[in-house]
């Protein structure tokens, strides 16, 4: 059953005594001011006709409904609203089914719960994912779905946003019954008509009563502390569990007001507008110039050079796309290694019950350990993963160039060094790409696809659809030390340091940033990652630092220690007896003021909002150099890195977004305000200053010309 978009929004026909309502909105039958006009005047019709007996609402194509449409999204609300239709439906005088295959999403399935019975073919999918987007179900959803499925059941459904497949529906009230097969249009038919044989009647979900409310209302607020503790500073899910709260206490129409006064708020608030920023600029950053430009060149076997730890993560990754994967390591003994590091992350999945003996040994059989570069002569593409030392990926991809045939992608997953003089070292620069994967590889969503200056228009496009087919949020950056993400890294990890020399202790800052909705805070992510990697950075780069620039020692005072963080079972905090979660070190504020003392400052306090004010002021403007210099196409291509691959809050939209939220002239204005104490580190960005002086802010520069 295909969709046509040439035809009406919603097609109505009838077959024997039962009216049946087609969605016909491709590509997911998304509920646009069309279609919920056409429901509304179809319904209207249908309870009018003395001939119908029945309402079938079904999807044409592959969903039953996918929920609200996202151009709509930002605009005006043009009647009817989906809560009138959703009443409509309820209220009609002949019986309404739905007949639901495919997803049925958000407002999708509260148009099904508004139906009196529910019928779910095998692929069906169910959810009411408005958390998501910082938002709520408003069209009843907060109301029906409890009296269906539960009270606790309802609201851990909503504040997951995570689907129900057909059965586990059935198995939650959600749905009635369950079709073996067959099209939703011949299953809803034969459905319906069985109901109209028994004389069924109108079934209304908002006339199911909640019982033992003392019970539900004790469940919520045990669902709320827990809520409020792993969704710090998230404002939609209370206010789910304040709706679902007020279906258990009040009456349907006076719990259904209640929710659409919530939903009006979520809907005003910044977390909606930096979530479907989000959402939106995950969608363009894909889009590329190259992309548009060229055809990928072929994958389907690819070779990973160095099987640590992340090497591994790519071949999981690689594995887990379908592809075929050599993994290449000096001797017996590495290579050795290597595949016992592929094989524990199976080995884990096998634990937890999420992957079985046989699943292993056929992803496994996809995979070729080698200490001979010569078993790659004929793959697609190469992802070199050793040690981040310039020499020593110079000495693999001169071998790379020497035995890898014309025409395949030569990748390096380095994360700061100059992919220009790696590929320099080649025949073939046109074919080598920087491909800058996250640790855990196998799960981690970033990759940044670094171009440098000779590489061919195909092998980018290439680059975009490997990390497709890898599940990856792709995002191209130009080249220069640490790309986008580490660049920028580097600048707000600075200013972290200063705060912490000027009188804030790791543990304010690292508080602050959570508070400001970071899972970790900066020194906690140094401990996690390991403060050694930090450090050889600092060391190498020793050489070329600007003497001007303040330099901030206590990371290497910790360092000097042998204090490197949680595998060490100290850095910044103590992890005794092997912890995950920190305590706070004594001897590291003893350090901390004895590095005071040294240089002559004298500390001073800093308030949680002093330091977000000055950590995210450094990291927005660095961000705009990073953009007026072109190693980010767009400012969303900022945003998309911190939200994917650093833990920025997604409620706010990734720096520039929050930047945009702010007002950029306030930000210039911290910039300005700090220069007078370091006038060195906090140069403001000429383009902020430009965008300021001529009224205009980041997301004036997210569409791509040509």
């Known amino acids: 059953m295909s969709t046509?978009?040439?035809?009406?929004?919603?097609?109505?026909?009838?077959?024997?005594?039962?009216?049946?309502?087609?969605?016909?909105n491709s590509p997911v039958n998304a509920l646009s001011q069309a279609v919920r006009e056409g429901l509304a005047e179809a319904l209207q019709r249908a309870n009018a006709d003395a001939e119908v007996q029945a309402v079938l609402i079904v999807g044409r194509g592959n969903v039953f409904i996918g929920g609200a449409d996202i151009r709509e999204f930002g605009q005006p609300r043009k009647p009817p609203l989906l809560t009138e239709v959703c009443n409509l439906i309820e209220a009609s005088n002949k019986i309404v089914v739905a007949?639901?295959?495919?997803?049925?999403?958000?407002g999708g399935l509260e148009v099904a719960l508004a139906a009196h019975y529910r019928l779910a073919l095998?692929?069906?999918k169910l959810g009411l994912p408005e958390v998501n987007l910082g938002l709520l179900p408003g069209a009843g959803g907060t109301q029906r779905a409890p009296r269906l499925m539960g009270v606790k059941a309802a609201a851990e459904l909503m504040l997951g946003g995570k689907h129900l497949s057909a059965t586990a529906a059935q198995a939650a009230g959600l749905v009635d019954r369950l079709a073996e097969s067959g099209d939703p249009v011949s299953a809803g038919l034969a459905y319906a008509n069985e109901l109209l044989a028994q004389g069924a009647q109108p079934r209304r979900t908002r006339d199911i009563a909640i019982v033992d409310k003392a019970t539900a209302l004790a469940e919520l607020d045990a669902l709320a502390a827990d809520t409020a503790k792993k969704n710090?500073?998230?404002?939609?899910?209370?206010?789910?569990?304040e709706c679902v709260s007020a279906a258990v206490e009040l009456p349907f129409e006076e719990g259904s007001a209640r929710e659409r006064a919530l939903f009006a708020e979520c809907l005003e608030s910044a977390q909606h507008a930096g979530l479907v920023h989000a959402f939106f600029a995950e969608r363009e950053v894909a889009k590329v110039p190259e992309a548009k430009a060229a055809t990928p060149r072929a994958l389907g076997r690819i070779a990973v050079i160095g099987g640590g730890t992340m090497g591994?993560?790519?071949?999981?990754?690689?594995?887990?796309?379908?592809?075929?994967?050599v993994m290449i390591e000096r001797d017996a003994e590495s290579i050795a290694r290597g595949q016992a590091n592929v094989e524990k992350v199976y080995d884990g999945l096998i634990a937890k019950n999420r992957m079985t003996e046989d699943a292993k040994a056929a992803v496994m059989a996809s995979y070729t350990p080698s200490t001979s570069y010569e078993v790659i002569k004929e793959v697609d593409l190469v992802i070199e993963a050793v040690f981040e030392d310039i020499e020593i990926k110079k000495a693999v991809f001169r071998e790379l160039d020497r035995t890898c045939r014309p025409g395949a992608v030569l990748a390096t997953n380095t994360s700061y060094l100059d992919i220009d003089a790696i590929a320099g070292v080649t025949s073939r620069p046109q074919d080598v790409i920087g491909l800058h994967f996250f640790s855990p590889a196998n799960i981690m969503k970033l990759l940044e696809i670094v171009v440098p200056a000779k590489v061919s228009a195909d092998v980018v496009a290439t680059a975009f659809e490997l990390a497709k087919k890898l599940r990856k949020v792709p995002v191209r950056a130009g080249v220069c030390d640490g790309f986008i993400g580490?660049?920028?890294?580097?600048?707000?990890?600075?200013?972290?340091?200063?705060?912490?020399?000027?009188?804030?202790s790791p543990y304010e800052i690292d508080e602050a940033m959570r508070a400001f909705g970071y899972p970790m805070g900066p020194f906690q992510v140094t401990d996690l990652a390991g403060g050694d990697i930090g450090w050889a950075a600092r060391k190498r780069r020793a050489a070329t630092r600007d003497p001007r620039v303040r330099y901030v020692e206590i990371a290497d005072r910790i360092c000097e220690r042998g204090w490197f963080g949680q595998k060490a079972g100290r850095g910044f905090y103590l992890y005794p007896q092997g912890a995950r979660v920190g305590q706070a070190d004594p001897e590291v504020l003893a350090i901390i003021d004895a590095e005071r003392a040294r240089k002559g400052i004298s500390p001073r306090k800093f308030s949680a909002?002093?330091?977000?004010?000055?950590?995210?002021?450094?990291?927005?403007?660095?961000?705009?150099?990073?953009?007026?210099?072109?190693?980010a196409l767009r400012p969303l291509d900022v945003d998309v890195t911190f939200l994917s691959g650093y833990g920025f809050p997604r409620f706010r939209g990734g720096p520039m977004k929050?930047?945009?939220?702010?007002?950029?002239?306030?930000?210039?204005?911290?910039?300005?305000?700090f220069s007078k104490e370091d006038p060195l580190f906090w140069k403001p960005a000429p383009l902020l200053e430009k965008l300021v002086a001529e009224g205009k802010n980041f997301s004036s520069l997210n569409q791509l010309k040509g």
């Not at 046509?4 to 016909?24: C, E, F, T, Y």
């Not at 580490?486 to 804030?504: F, K, T």
């Not at 945009?660 to 910039?671: I, R």
Request: hydrophobic share 50%; glycine share 10%; charged share 25%.
């Open 4 to 24: 046509d978009s040439k035809l009406p929004a919603v097609i109505v026909s009838r077959k024997g005594g039962v009216k049946v309502i087609a969605i016909n």
């Open 99 to 106: 007949a639901i295959h495919g997803a049925a999403l958000g």
């Open 122 to 124: 095998p692929e069906a």
């Open 232 to 241: 710090r500073g998230l404002f939609s899910p209370l206010k789910i569990i």
């Open 312 to 325: 591994a993560g790519i071949a999981v990754a690689a594995l887990d796309a379908g592809l075929q994967v």
């Open 486 to 504: 580490n660049r920028i890294l580097a600048v707000y990890r600075q200013a972290a340091d200063y705060l912490m020399e000027d009188g804030a």
């Open 609 to 631: 909002d002093d330091i977000v004010r000055r950590y995210m002021t450094a990291m927005v403007n660095e961000s705009a150099k990073v953009v007026e210099e072109g190693i």
């Open 658 to 673: 929050w930047a945009d939220m702010q007002g950029l002239d306030k930000v210039l204005g911290d910039v300005l305000e």
